[in-house]
């Protein structure tokens, strides 16, 4: 599903909330900073689901922010009760009901009037929840994606706004620039993005401190249980945002995050 454009006026300055994945307090700092530094829009990349956290408190965070969000990966899994069998996992019952139908309509995509064009807010690469580009995909591997490719074709957008890689990242493919979120799940780097399109900034934040995450990859059959002193405290622990030195926009990379989805 893809809204027509949300903002008839063309906007420049944008709060990027990468996948949230349950960090509560970590998404109402983000949210608190974004609201207080005169941004035009906020707009979150999904997966909001999935994580050692409040996803009702998260649901509540970005509905009572007006933030535009559109649906990740994980909250499909969430709604159609698919991929149910780790402990970070979310039931779908176990929310509550206003998280239920705030989950059940969000869009695949939404559509951004920016001053610089049409920008597209998606969660992995157009329709596709699970598409990704990389910061160090070079020309070939760029050939052979499939939804990079379509929306080149298209012709229609300036901007590509997506998360579902953990990495948050500039990347200019042709006319195409695709800005990357990264995340707010420790481990991976976590932080945001303010953007400044007439300005053809971005200025990334980091969320600091930050520790290995609770979930290693080679170690996924054995997760943590949620219900341990360590799940505990790093779902409830406050974390402040500290901004890092803006940074052109049109750099192949801004960070290297160990990028999971």
């Keep these: 599903m893809k809204r027509p454009p949300i903002c008839p006026s063309p906007i420049s300055r944008i709060g990027l909330i990468g996948d949230v994945h349950g960090q509560a307090e970590r998404l109402q700092t983000v949210i608190d900073h974004l609201q207080t530094s ?3 829009v906020i707009v979150c990349t999904g997966d909001i689901t999935d994580g050692f956290g409040d996803i009702d408190q998260c649901c509540d965070l970005l509905q009572a922010a007006e933030v535009i969000t559109v649906l990740g990966n994980h909250d499909r899994w969430c709604i159609n009760n698919e991929l149910r069998n780790r402990a970070e996992c979310t039931l779908f019952e176990d929310l509550s009901v206003s998280s239920q139908a705030f989950l059940c309509q969000l869009p695949q995509q939404v559509e951004l009037n920016t001053v610089q064009g049409m920008a597209l807010l998606c969660h992995g690469l157009g329709a596709n ?5 990389l910061p160090q995909d070079g020309p070939q591997a760029m050939a052979r994606n499939p939804e990079l490719q379509a929306l080149l074709r298209q012709r229609r957008y ?3 706004f997506n998360g579902h ?5 500039v990347k200019p493919v042709g006319e195409l620039t695709v800005i990357n979120g990264g995340t707010l799940r420790r481990g991976h780097q976590p932080g945001f993005l303010r953007l400044d399109l007439s300005k053809g900034l971005v200025q990334p934040y980091d969320l600091l401190p930050d520790s290995p ?13 949620a219900d341990s002193s360590l799940a505990q405290q790093l779902a409830t622990e406050t974390i402040p945002a500290q901004p890092i030195a803006a ?3 049109g750099l192949p990379q801004l960070c290297l995050s160990p990028g999971r989805a």
């Design 38 to 40: 005169g941004v035009d």
């Design 129 to 133: 929840d699970m598409g990704k580009l």
């Design 158 to 160: 300036r901007y590509i």
């Design 165 to 169: 890689s953990h990495y948050r990242m």
């Design 213 to 225: 995450p609770p979930i290693d990859r080679d170690l996924e059959a054995k997760p943590l249980a």
């Design 247 to 249: 940074v052109p926009m």
